[in-house]
Nanobody, 124 residues
Framework: VQLQAFGGGLVQAGGSLRLSCAAS????????MGWFHQAPGKEREFVAG????????YYADSVKGRFTISRDNAKNTVYLQMNSLKPEDTAVYYC??????????????????WGQGTEVTVSS
């Protein structure tokens, strides 16, 4: 499966952005989906994950209450709504997919497929 993330940009602190990740190719399998970010000079970190049905999700502590992950399986797309953005949210954001046969969230980085990343810059 191929993943394409888009929706990043420059926003002021306190603002909002919605990232999208469109999947193409072999989309008839069940995938848990996740969002990660990588700030300059830092390792890639888990941000949010969602189960294949969308019924379960999990967030990093740093984004709880501000970010919401969702998915539309009919459109093969997963979203990350980011509100109350902070300068420390500045990073390249990646979406990822993992083939899975249970309806669980994957919170580690052991995903099978990765998108190319979309850059988010939050100015103070």
């Amino acid at each position: 499966v191929q993943l394409q993330a888009f929706g990043g940009g420059l926003v002021q602190a306190g603002g909002s952005l919605r990232l999208s990740c469109a999947a193409s190719g072999r989309t008839n399998r069940r995938y848990a989906m996740g969002w990660f970010h990588q700030a300059p000079g830092k390792e890639r970190e888990f941000v949010a994950g969602i189960s294949w049905s969308g019924g379960r999700n999990y967030y990093a502590d740093s984004v709880k209450g501000r970010f919401t992950i969702s998915r539309d399986n009919a459109k093969n797309t997963v979203y990350l709504q980011m509100n109350s953005l902070k300068p420390e949210d500045t990073a390249v954001y990646y979406c990822a997919a993992k083939v899975i046969d249970t309806d669980l969230v994957v919170v580690n980085n052991r995903y099978d497929y990765w998108g190319q990343g979309t850059e988010v810059t939050v100015s103070s």
